[in-house]
C-alpha cells in the first residue's frame, strides 16, 4: 500500500533514469496523472499512457526522453512532504538551478509549473523542483 503517491512517483522516476530504462509505470491517481502532464509539457517525458479500464488495474506508464544516453531529468527532488508541507507565494519563488529547472505546485487552479504560477500570478504548495 502506498501512502504517498507522489513520492513514490519520484523514486519510481529517479531509479528509471539511473537504470536507463524507456518506460516507467505506476499506479493511476489524478495527482500523479496531472504531475506527469506537467512533466510532459515541460519536454522532461516523451510520453504518457493510461492502462487498464477498472479502478483497481489502472496504471500510468511514463516514457522518459533521452538525449544521446542522457536523462532529460538529471534530478528530482520531493520538496513538500506528507508531514512538512511548503508553500510559496508567487513573489517567493526561487529559480530553480539558476532558472533552468521546474518546480512542480499544486494551486488552486490545479497542478502547474512555476512558469504557469507566475503567469498567472498564483501561489500554492510546491510539489517537487527537477531539472
Given at each position: ?49 493510461v492502462t487498464g479500464e477498472n479502478v483497481t488495474d489502472k496504471a500510468l506508464v511514463l516514457t522518459l526522453s533521452y538525449k544521446a544516453d542522457t536523462a532529460a531529468i538529471s534530478a528530482i527532488k520531493r520538496i513538500s512532504k506528507p508531514g512538512v ?47
Amino acid at each position: 500500500m502506498i501512502n504517498d503517491h507522489v513520492s513514490d512517483m519520484v523514486t519510481r522516476i529517479k531509479n528509471g533514469c539511473a537504470m536507463h530504462k524507456k518506460t516507467v509505470s505506476m499506479p493511476y491517481t489524478k495527482v500523479v496523472a496531472s504531475v506527469a502532464k506537467v512533466m510532459l509539457d515541460e519536454k522532461y517525458l516523451s510520453k504518457v499512457e493510461v492502462t487498464g479500464e477498472n479502478v483497481t488495474d489502472k496504471a500510468l506508464v511514463l516514457t522518459l526522453s533521452y538525449k544521446a544516453d542522457t536523462a532529460a531529468i538529471s534530478a528530482i527532488k520531493r520538496i513538500s512532504k506528507p508531514g512538512v508541507r511548503i508553500y510559496r507565494q508567487v513573489d517567493n519563488f526561487k529559480p530553480v538551478l539558476s532558472g533552468l529547472g521546474i518546480a512542480i505546485l499544486s494551486t488552486s487552479k490545479g497542478i502547474m509549473s512555476d512558469r504557469q504560477a507566475k503567469i498567472g500570478k498564483i501561489g500554492g504548495e510546491v510539489l517537487l523542483e527537477l531539472w
